[in-house]
């Protein structure tokens, strides 16, 4: 059985930062695109970053863009979300997900239980 399993997340102050991981197990992560997405209390999920099979292109939402970096460790089959100046706005529940910006959504069910990000002074 696939297993996403998000940790990291936590309650911080504007300016703080985080560092999400997502441990991949009984799934070929080495061989997966991969993106974190994020979703805030009363909203649907929104895509957040992307990375490619071998770490080497990133993409990321402008909204995060400068201020969060995406890497992975497929020796440790993990995904990393480095959050720094957080703000309130970032508060949500974060996701890894399989795909990219166009196709996270249809892996819906390999999602983890997220980790819980807030932001509040």
């Not at 504007?14 to 974190?36: I, K, Y």
Request: charged fraction near 20%; proline fraction near 5%; aromatic fraction near 12%.
């Amino acid at each position: 059985e696939v297993r996403l399993v998000e940790s990291g997340g936590g309650l911080v102050q504007p300016g703080d930062s985080l560092r999400l991981s997502c441990v991949a197990s009984e799934f070929s992560f080495g061989n997966w695109d991969m993106s974190w997405v994020r979703q805030a209390p009363g909203q649907g999920p929104d895509w957040v970053s992307e990375i490619n099979r071998d770490g080497g292109i990133t993409h990321y939402a402008d909204s995060v863009k400068g201020r969060f970096t995406i890497s992975r460790d497929n020796a440790k089959n993990t995904l990393y979300l480095q959050m720094n100046n957080l703000k309130p706005e970032d508060t949500a529940i974060y996701y890894c997900a399989p795909g990219d910006y166009t196709t996270y959504a249809m892996y819906v069910e390999l999602w983890g239980q997220g980790t819980p990000v807030t932001v509040s002074s």
